[in-house]
C-alpha cells in the first residue's frame, strides 16, 4: 500500500508540475523515456516501464514478478528564429519536461503506469515582433496519465491495451493589427486509447506494432480581447498514430531499434473557439507525416552501457500554412547517452540531445530553430 501511495503521489506532481513543452511534426513530442530520448527509437525493444507509452504489449516479457520503474527529467534549451521583411527575431526558451513509469509483469498478464507529455506545440514568445512593440507567443502542452495492460497469447506473441487521460494548456498572444488578443486554456482535454502487438519470432528479433486512435480535445479558458475577458473553449481533433518497430540483439552485449510512425495530423483540419457570440474557426493547415528512428545500445562492463540514437521528422504543416510562432520545421536529431548500475536494482542515466533543423523558406519567409536537450533520470528493479 506505501508503495502505491508514493507511486500516486509521483503521478500528480508529474501531472500538474509540467511546464512549458516543445514539439513539432504537429503537435508531436516523441522524446519519452530515457531509453526513448537515447536511442530515438524502442517500439521494437520496450524492455522497461516506458513501453507504458512506447508498445504496452512488451510489458509482460519483463521479469516475473518484478516492479520497474523510472524517473526522469529532461531540460532544453532552444533558439527558435523567424526572419521577414529583413528583420530577423529570436526566441530562447527553456523547457523541463518531468516523467515516470512503473510496471508490474506476472505469468501471462502485464501492468503499467506513467505520467508523460506526448503532445506539445510552439513554445516561442518573440519581443517586440517583427519591430511592431507587441509580443508573439504562442505553447501547447498535454501531460498524459496512461495506464497499460498486456496479456501474452503464447511464449513468442503479446497483445496490449493502454488508455491515457490528458490535461491541456494552450497559450497564444497576438497582435491582430487592431487589438492584442490573449488566449488561455486549461485543464482536462479528453482520453485516447492505443493498441499494441509484440511478436518475438526469436531471441534475436523482436517486431513491435503500435496504433494510437484519435480523440477529441476539448478544454475550456478564456480570451482577452483588448483587456475584456470572455469565456472560451477549444475543440479539435487529434490524430491517429501508427508506429512499427524493429528490435535486433545479436547477443546480450549489443541492440540495435528502427521505428517507422506515420501521424495523421490532417485529421486536425481545423480548431473550433466556441464563446457566447457563436463559433469561430481557423484552419490548421496541418498534414500528414513520417517520423524515422534509429537507435544502438552497447554493454561496455556489467555496470557500463552506452546509447546513440538518430531521428528524422517531417514537417507537419503544409507549406502555406507555416507560422513563425509554432516553428514547425523538419528536424534532424542525434543523441548519445551512458547509463551506470549504482546497485543491482537502480541505473543512473545522463543523456544528451541535439536537434536541427532543415530551414523551411515559404516567400520570404525563414523558419528554424537549434535545440540543446540534457536528460537525467533513474531506472529501478525492486
Known sequence: MNKLLIIFKIILFVFFFS????GTSGLNNSSVGL????????????????????????????EKDTYLAEMSVSTSFSDFYY?????????????????????????????????????????TEYNNFQKTGHTLESFAAFAAVTTSVAYKLDSNLSVGFSISGFMGQMENNFHN??????????????????????????????LGIVRRFSWKAKIDGEQKVDGTKIDSEIQFNMPDYYRIGIGYKPNQSLAFVFDVLYMLWS??????????????????????????????????????????GWRFSERGTKRNGMRPDYNDVSFVSSAFGIGYDISD?????????????????????????????????????F
Not at 177 to 202: C, D, R
Request: hydrophobic share 35%; net charge negative; aromatic share 18%.
Open 19 to 22: 511546464g512549458k513543452a516543445f
Open 35 to 62: 531509453k526513448g530520448c537515447m536511442l530515438n527509437a524502442y517500439t521494437g525493444l520496450a524492455e522497461d516501464s516506458t513501453a507504458v507509452f512506447w508498445n504496452p504489449s512488451g510489458l509482460v516479457f519483463h
Open 83 to 123: 526572419e521577414a521583411n529583413q528583420h530577423k527575431d529570436r526566441s530562447d526558451e527553456v523547457f523541463i519536461l518531468p516523467g515516470f513509469f512503473v510496471s508490474k509483469t506476472f505469468d501471462k498478464w502485464a501492468f503499467g503506469v506513467g505520467s508523460y507529455i506526448p503532445y506539445a506545440g510552439g513554445g
Open 177 to 206: 493589427g487592431f487589438v492584442m488578443i490573449e488566449a488561455e486554456y486549461n485543464g482536462y482535454a479528453g482520453h485516447q486509447e492505443a493498441i499494441s502487438l509484440m511478436y518475438k519470432p526469436s531471441d534475436k528479433w523482436n
Open 267 to 308: 485529421d486536425l483540419d481545423e480548431f473550433e473557439f466556441i464563446t457566447k457570440d457563436g463559433v469561430t474557426r481557423q484552419k490548421s493547415y496541418y498534414k500528414d507525416c513520417f517520423l524515422f528512428g534509429l537507435g544502438m545500445e552497447y554493454a561496455l562492463t556489467e555496470k557500463v552501457e552506452i546509447s546513440l
Open 345 to 381: 536494482s537502480t541505473e543512473i542515466v545522463v543523456s544528451y540531445t541535439y536537434t536541427f533543423t532543415l530551414e523551411e523558406h515559404h516567400n520570404s519567409q525563414k523558419y528554424g530553430y537549434d535545440l540543446n536537450t540534457f536528460h537525467l533520470g533513474a531506472r529501478f528493479i
